[in-house]
């Protein structure tokens, strides 16, 4: 039986170190001769995969009847809004420099910032109504609002796409998780998880 503070504090660890692992790389000149784009660029992969992980969480649950894992989605969740915040904040100050007189300039120049921004806003909507009061007052409407996930990792990964163009390799590996993951949400899919989850006894619940 895992405990639920051990599994949330474990959560939480795991991804706090990586960004301060990286800032203190960066502060110690570790990252390179720009910096700056390698944290914008770690923060990026860091907030996709992120979302990928939170979206392993229903799968996983509907396969092993374990409700651990859906202790963890909403903080996943969180996290994976706060690495996509991180990384706007690094892309508006190595990149931009805060100079926001050249954003339209920028735009036009590199359009899948258009493509991140709408990615970013996506997972603002559901960080933001992923509280419980939010759940209560959306209904049955929470549900539907919160499949705006899959459009999130449709846009993250175009956005990816057409900034790696010929070099997508890693891309693929990100784009083949994303695919496995939507077609187990497909009914065939969830039907085989659960004929699976028939035949074995339920696990110890999480405890709080
Ligand atoms: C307003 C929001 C966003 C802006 C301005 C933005 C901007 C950028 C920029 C400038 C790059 C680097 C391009 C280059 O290497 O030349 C980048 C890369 C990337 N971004 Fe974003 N982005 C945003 C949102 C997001 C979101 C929400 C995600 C994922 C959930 C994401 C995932 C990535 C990934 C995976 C990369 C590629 C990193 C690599 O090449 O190693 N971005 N983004």
Redesign the pocket.
């Known amino acids: 039986m895992i405990r639920q503070p051990l599994l949330r504090g474990g959560v939480f660890l795991a991804a706090l170190i990586p960004p301060l692992v990286w800032f203190y790389q960066a502060l110690s000149n570790a990252l390179g001769p720009d910096p700056g ?1 390698v944290l ?3 923060l ?2 860091g ?2 995969i992120l ?1 990928l992980l939170t979206l392993c969480l229903s799968p996983l649950q509907w396969a092993t009847r374990w409700s651990g894992w859906a202790h963890i989605r909403r903080q996943l969740g969180l996290w ?1 809004f706060a690495y ?1 915040c991180l ?2 904040v690094a ?1 508006l100050l190595f ?1 931009l420099g805060l100079d926001f007189t050249q954003l339209a300039v920028e735009l036009r120049k ?1 359009p ?2 258009i493509v ?2 709408l ?2 806003s996506g ?1 603002l909507a559901l960080a933001l109504t992923s509280n419980r009061a939010s759940m209560r007052r959306l209904g049955a409407r929470w549900k539907k609002l919160h499949r705006l996930v899959y459009a ?1 990792l449709g846009l ?1 990964l175009l ?2 796409l057409w ?2 163009r010929s070099d997508i390799g ?1 891309w693929l590996v990100y784009f083949s998780c994303g695919a496995l993951l939507l077609a187990l949400r497909l009914p065939p899919a969830s039907r085989l998880l659960k004929k699976l989850r028939g035949t074995r006894p339920a696990p110890a619940q999480v405890s709080r």
């Open positions: 784009k914008l660029d770690r990026g992969q907030a996709l979302l994976t996509a990384h706007l892309y990149v590199r899948y910032i991140g921004a990615a970013w997972l999130v993250a956005h990816m900034i790696v890693l």
